[in-house]
């Protein structure tokens, strides 16, 4: 990322932000004005040095001089950012660089580059297991009754994949995968944790509980397993990353393995023999995961919540997408409600991103934007409106991204505080917590040149509009990028989701 100095440096702190929490490798060059006019008043000038605090993990600066000393520092520094951005724990590296008058090269004076640069390279460590470390974590492994596997955020991994899929069907181990772990290869995961979970049976959760927890990954987005996790703690949690300290969302962190995953139940595949207890545990998860899928793809079939909503909305765009794509999500209730719904076996090679290292909306339509400029894949992004309207500038560039398709859902508020239990019952729910505003997604469409299409959610008949819209909507026949705005109605969208969770707690309705 290149910008020029001042205030424009700030405005890519939300995206260092993320990036760090994401730990996904980020180099940013900001121009700025030389050491001597810093606080003289001076135009475009601010204290760039160290701009973006803790969120970063270094922040270089470029010598001012032009001399070969100079050179050869810059060159080390750019290698050294380079290197330090990729090294684990990936993350964003910034260089200042500081530069004096004349900002402009004359008209007839020719620019010449040096091609010899000097460059340093780093090899990548493995972050394997010593057969030592394998052959005792492997006793342990053995040993533990109740053992139950987390996933937390991470990229498409179908190596990883296929040696949880082996834990979970021959060790009889069940595997917990939110929608953004890019886990939902696994034919027998659990991707609906955050439904299940939403019971209110005490004697179910004890036999839910797990003896050893198993972590790798980044955040875990779903509340209900947090809160499970944290009030039914087993008695041992490992966490698997490849280096450095790691984080104790559980509350009962016991061990921490240096290792790649990958590397971690490659060793795991290894044990043989199952404890009496895991079948029996493994079944119970199961039997739940099982209860969770039939409701929510039966949720608005049975005429128990028979509104049409954007929950029904999100399931319809979800189960029709094509494999093959990359599907954004952004925060608020996108997310949330694709993880309720999750994704099936049959779309494997979806590949899921979304803010959730800061967990804002700031970048939704960039981040799609730049994923569709750099992959051939279908890019999907189902947003919501405060997040579409607050970004709406990255689609002021001059691409036509016909592989770009942008799922608006606008009820015009920013609903997701009326379905919180603690601002849904405050007096200043409506003033202070969401954001009325009357935009519609045409005029975007319109100042950018997408394609437009548009529906408002008020009968069964609309619903099966936009299953029919649908195909069409995803065809890579198009010229342009295509945006389909869903219109819903905020109080009705809180209202079903009141539906779905009375009906949890009613055994599903079932």
């Known amino acids: ?50 701009i973006y605090g803790k969120h ?49 090269p004359q008209p007839d004076e020719e620019i010449k580059f040096d ?21 005792a974590l492997l006793e342990q492994w053995r040993a533990a009754e109740k053992k139950l596997i987390v996933c937390g955020q991470g990229v498409l991994n179908e190596e990883l994949s296929a040696a949880l899929e082996r834990i979970c069907r021959e060790q009889h181990v069940p595997v917990i995968a939110d929608v953004i772990s890019n886990m939902h290869a696994l034919p027998e995961g659990g991707k609906h944790a955050d439904v299940l979970l939403a019971q209110k049976d005490e004697d179910l959760f004890k036999r839910l509980q797990p003896a050893l927890l198993i972590t790798f990954g980044l955040s875990v987005m779903s509340k209900n397993l947090k809160l499970f996790l944290r009030k039914y703690s087993p008695a041992q949690h490992w966490h698997v990353q490849p280096s450095g300290s790691a984080a ?33 545990f493994a079944e119970v998860w199961q039997s739940e995961e099982l209860k969770a899928v039939n409701y929510i ?15 029904q909305a999100v399931k319809e765009v979800l189960y029709s997408l094509p494999d093959q794509s990359n599907l954004h999500l952004a925060n608020s209730m996108a997310v949330r409600y694709a993880n309720l719904i999750g994704l099936s076996e049959k779309q494997k090679r979806v590949e899921v991103f979304a803010n959730r ?76 917590f969401e954001t009325r505003q009357q935009l519609e997604g045409e005029n975007t469409a319109r100042d950018f040149g997408l394609q437009y299409m548009r529906i408002h959610l008020k ?43 009375k009906l949890i707690q009613q055994n599903y309705g079932f």
């Open 1 to 50: 990322m290149i910008c020029t100095s001042g205030s424009a440096a700030y405005n890519y702190a939300p995206a260092v932000a993320e990036a760090f929490f994401q730990q996904i490798p980020l180099l940013l060059l900001t121009a700025d004005r030389p050491p001597e006019w810093i606080d003289q008043l001076d135009g475009q000038t601010i204290r760039q040095r160290e």
């Open 56 to 104: 970063i993990k270094a922040s270089l600066e470029f010598p001012v001089g032009q001399q070969e000393e100079d050179q050869w520092f810059a060159g080390r520094i750019v290698s050294e950012a380079h290197n330090l951005s990729i090294a684990y724990p990936q993350g964003p590296v910034h260089i200042n660089i500081p530069i004096r008058e004349p900002f402009y």
């Open 115 to 135: 091609h010899k640069v000097k460059v340093i390279r780093q090899i990548p460590a493995s972050y394997s297991l010593s057969e030592v470390q394998t052959s």
């Open 248 to 280: 104790d969302t559980f509350q009962v962190l016991t061990q921490v393995i240096h290792a790649s995953p990958l590397a971690f139940f490659q060793g795991m595949q290894q044990s043989k023999g199952i404890p009496s207890t895991q079948s029996d």
């Open 297 to 311: 793809k039966t949720l608005f079939e049975r005429g128990k919540v028979n509104q049409p909503s954007e929950f």
């Open 357 to 432: 290292g800061s967990s804002g909306i700031d970048g939704s339509n960039s981040a799609a934007v730049g994923s569709a400029l750099s992959s051939d894949r279908l890019t999907v992004l189902i947003t919501g409106d405060l997040a579409f309207f607050y970004d709406r500038n990255a689609f002021w560039h001059n691409y036509k991204l016909p592989n770009l398709r942008v799922i608006l859902l606008n009820n015009h508020a920013g609903g997701i505080f009326r379905m919180i239990d603690g601002p849904a019952g405050q007096p200043e729910l409506e003033e202070y």
């Open 459 to 501: 009968s069964e008949a609309d619903i099966q509009e936009l299953k029919q819209l649908l195909p069409g909507f995803y065809e890579r026949s198009a010229d342009h990028a295509r945006l389909l705005e869903i219109v819903t109605d905020a109080p009705v969208n809180t209202e079903v989701f009141k539906q779905y969770k």
